[in-house]
């Protein structure tokens, strides 16, 4: 219960008001001009710290470490008060992280906090927010799926050989999938065309079929595939082999370990980070956008894509 307080105060996903076109090009061009994180060691840490810091939005995950990379649990300065009766030390530097349906807001490391006379003792997701949870997925695999027809994605199972994980193309066909709308005071559905066919391996255990699942929509939400509203996901169709994979293997490697599962993003990362010491030419800001989109599948029932824009939650 802590933890969604945590993820429904500072956001779960950077999809909405907080995703804009200025946000991205100034975060991609600071990543540029200081090179952060264009050594595949910076890279490797700031992954491994944003998988460990899951009660945060990808984003505000990263705007944490870049500001302070030891930090352990933040809160702004009303919540150390109201929840864990802990004041702000004197002197101590705020964190500025991004804040739904509004610009920023500052929040401050546990270790910037001392507690008040009344202070009980500070619970496990403060003291321990690392640590390693259970390896089996719940919910989130069918929400993911029953999400993804919001975007014509139409998810199907095959049978095929334990090496096959599955994959991702374009449609060509006329069906329609129904998504369920939530219109109080019933649910309605309607009808969104099949515009991407997601093929999953059904031999597959349900951890890796969702971690399949969560890399073939990184290619989609990453603009490898092209798409069909510049608003919804940019046309990023032109970029090499190795820059798609190493945006999707990123993706699927934080939306799983996020989720306390293993995935075989870690092995290809860590291959990768061992054979080369500089990443890709990727785009920081599509990895976390779509890392934050795929999560945000997860835990609840988004409402279908605008036409004219973003989706409207």
Same mark, same amino acid.
């Given at each position: ?115 008040? /006379?009344?202070?009980?003792? #500070? ?7 690392? +640590? &390693? $949870?259970?390896? %089996?997925?719940? @919910? =989130? ?51 969104? /065309?099949?515009?991407?066919? #997601? ?7 349900? +951890? &890796? $079929?969702?971690? %399949?699942?969560? @890399? =073939? ?97």
């Amino acid at each position: 219960m802590a933890e969604q307080k945590e993820l429904d105060l500072l956001g779960n996903s950077t999809v909405g008001p907080i995703d804009t076109e200025s946000t991205s090009r100034a975060l991609d061009e600071l990543f540029r001009l200081t090179h952060h994180y264009s050594s595949t060691k910076d890279y490797d840490d700031l992954l491994k710290f944003m998988a460990r810091f899951r009660f945060y939005a990808p984003y505000n995950a990263m705007l944490i470490h870049i500001q302070m990379p030891g930090a352990k649990f933040v809160a702004p300065p009303h919540r150390w008060l109201q929840n864990y009766r802990q004041r702000i030390k004197p002197g101590a530097r705020p964190l500025v992280i991004l804040q739904p349906m509004g610009p920023v807001m500052f929040v401050f490391d546990v270790s910037d906090t001392e507690p008040l /006379p009344d202070a009980p003792p #500070l619970p496990r997701e403060v003291m321990s927010p690392f +640590e &390693v $949870r259970g390896g %089996t997925i719940g @919910h =989130e695999l069918e929400r993911t799926i029953e999400n993804a027809k919001r975007d014509g994605v139409r998810v199907s199972l095959r049978s095929a050989g334990s090496q096959s994980a599955g994959q991702i193309g374009t449609a060509a066909t006329t069906a329609t999938l129904e998504v369920v709308v939530r219109r109080a005071p019933k649910l309605e559905t309607v009808r969104v /065309p099949v515009r991407y066919e #997601l093929l999953l391996n059904s031999e597959h255990s349900r +951890e &890796v $079929r969702f971690a %399949t699942l969560a @890399h =073939e929509l990184a290619h989609l939400y990453c603009g490898h595939l092209g798409t069909p509203n510049a608003r919804w996901w940019p046309d990023r169709s032109h970029l090499s082999v190795i820059v798609r994979e190493f945006e999707a293997e990123s993706v699927c490697y934080l939306a799983c370990r996020r989720l306390g599962i293993d995935n075989p993003s870690e092995k290809y990362l860590a291959g990768y980070v061992e054979h080369n010491s500089d990443v890709p030419k990727i785009s920081l800001e599509c990895v976390m956008t779509a890392a934050g989109t795929i999560e945000k599948m997860g835990h609840e029932r988004l409402k279908p894509r605008k036409e004219g824009g973003s989706p409207d939650h």
